[in-house]
């Protein structure tokens, strides 16, 4: 079955950190193109980030670059997301997104995880 | 990286088609035929079902098509299903390996 499978989400204080991860089975995970996407309380889905399966090339949205840092280890099938300096406005769900980079779609989807950013 | 303008709400009886625009600018969908389209049903994760403007993945029923016209994109629902109720998305590639989804458009079921 192909899956991904997200975790770490949590409650934290506004600027503190967090790590995100995402675990892929049932696909060759080496010959996708990961990402992340994100989807505010009641709000629509917001693309956060991606990393390249051919060279680790990474790519930001800029309400979250220069926080937020994409990584993958291709042993583990698992794409990470560090988040630090914590805002409000980063409380979402994150999802996980694989695509197959003969397109531009996202294919498969994880089941998200929550963050909450609160005092 | 503003999100594509979606409208709030379609809504059509069973059997009827019913269209989502989807209007960007030339810097993502005007520019590329990478526009994809997302259904979401509630507390769901989102599910790809058009890609590259007109591409159905396997699986995806034949009554969902999309097109491009300019800077506009669309997505038809044809014959309209009670499980066709959901959020809908699109989403375009922007260039520089980013990507930027549209603002979601309820499709609701009569």
């Known amino acids: 079955e192909v899956k991904l499978l997200e975790s770490g989400g949590d409650l934290v204080q506004p600027g503190g950190s967090l790590r995100l991860s995402c675990a892929a089975s049932?696909?060759?995970?080496?010959?996708?193109?990961m990402n992340w996407v994100r989807q505010a309380p009641g709000k629509g889905l917001e693309w956060v980030s991606s990393?390249?399966?051919?060279?680790?090339?990474?790519s930001y949205a800029d309400s979250v670059k220069g926080r937020f840092t994409i990584s993958r280890d291709n042993s583990k099938n698992t794409l990470y997301l560090e988040l630090n300096s914590l805002r409000a406005e980063d409380t979402a769900v994150y999802y996980c997104?694989?695509?197959?980079?003969?397109?531009?779609?996202?294919?498969?989807w994880g089941q998200g995880t929550m963050v909450t950013v609160s005092s | 990286q503003s999100a594509l303008t979606q409208p709030r709400s379609v809504s059509g009886s069973p059997g009827q088609s019913v269209t989502v625009s989807c209007t960007g600018t030339?810097?993502?969908?005007?520019?590329?035929?990478?526009v994809s389209w997302y259904q979401q049903h509630p507390h769901k994760a989102p599910k790809l079902i058009i890609f590259?403007?007109?591409q159905r993945p396997s699986g995806v029923p034949y009554r969902f098509s999309g097109s491009k016209s300019g800077d506009t994109a669309s997505l038809t629902i044809s014959g309209l299903q009670a499980e066709d109720e959901a959020d809908y998305y699109c989403?375009?590639?922007?260039?520089?390996?980013?990507?930027?989804f549209g603002t979601g458009t309820k499709v609701t079921v009569l």
């Open positions: 997104a694989a695509r197959l980079p003969v397109h531009h779609g996202f294919d498969i």
């Open positions: 049932g696909f060759t995970f080496v010959n996708y193109d």
């Open positions: 990393i390249s399966h051919i060279d680790g090339t990474t």
């Open positions: 030339s810097s993502d969908a005007g520019s590329y035929t990478s």
């Open positions: 590259d403007v007109t």
């Open positions: 989403s375009s590639y922007a260039g520089r390996y980013t990507w930027v």
